[in-house]
T-cell receptor, first 113, second 114 residues
């Protein structure tokens, strides 16, 4: 199955700033998914990123706050913009693997102070 | 849209005891179903998945799950838990014909008593 390298693994950021999270996959994949896991909560899908097209955002998430890039079939970035303490979460990327399963990156633990 | 419910937020069992974690799904047809485990400070690891066929699915670490269409359930079981099984467990589903995004349940936190 695919292996995802996600970075940074953690960061502490000042409110009002932005953080860009990167995910690199060791094989070409059509769709990449970005999730948020707030403290003590489950995973919520932010958006689906297809190469060559605009990302599709879930209800409650907007492009201005979470811009996504997908320049090729192995790489994607998620930016958390104009951060506030409420953005403190774990952010994970995911891809579909052969056989219909999903692989996840190790996550980015973000703390906004 | 598909959804998943995990009725138990927190379960405590003794080491060596059997375990069953509940998962109910909502979908018009047979969805794809998954169980993931997240240990403290760790990423998500796939335990097992169900797409079709045999309704009893074997996974890693001695876990199994049974798909029951009549009950819209996909419960996770293990005959004898180990202290290392303490973690958060997530049931998830995706639509075989749709957007293919994975939708997660609320999670069940498993505590093991020595």
């Amino acid at each position: 199955s695919a292996v995802i390298s996600q970075k940074p693994s953690r960061d502490i950021c000042q409110r009002g700033t932005s953080l860009t999270i990167q995910c690199q996959v060791d094989s070409q994949v059509t769709m990449m998914f970005w999730y948020r896991q707030q403290p003590g909560q489950s995973l919520t899908l932010i958006a689906t990123a297809n190469q060559g097209s605009e990302a599709t955002y879930e209800s409650g998430f907007v492009i201005d706050k979470f811009p996504i890039s997908r320049p090729n079939l192995t790489f994607s970035t998620l930016t958390v913009s104009n951060m506030s303490p409420e953005d403190s979460s774990i952010y994970l990327c995911s891809v579909m693997t052969g056989g219909g399963g999903y692989t996840f990156g190790s996550g980015t633990r973000l703390t906004v102070v | 849209a598909q959804s998943v419910t995990q009725p138990d937020i927190h379960i405590t069992v003794s080491e060596g005891a059997s375990l069953e974690l509940r998962c109910n799904y909502s979908y018009g047809a047979t969805p794809y179903l998954f169980w993931y485990v997240q240990s403290p400070g760790q990423g998500l690891q796939l335990l097992l998945k169900y797409f079709s066929g045999d309704t009893l699915v074997q996974g890693i670490k001695g876990f199994e799950a049974e798909f029951k269409r009549s009950q819209s359930s996909f419960n996770l079981r293990k005959p004898s838990v180990h202290w290392s099984d303490a973690a958060e467990y997530f049931c998830a589903t995706s639509n075989p014909q749709g957007a293919q995004k994975l939708v997660f349940g609320q999670g069940t936190r498993l505590t093991i008593n020595p």
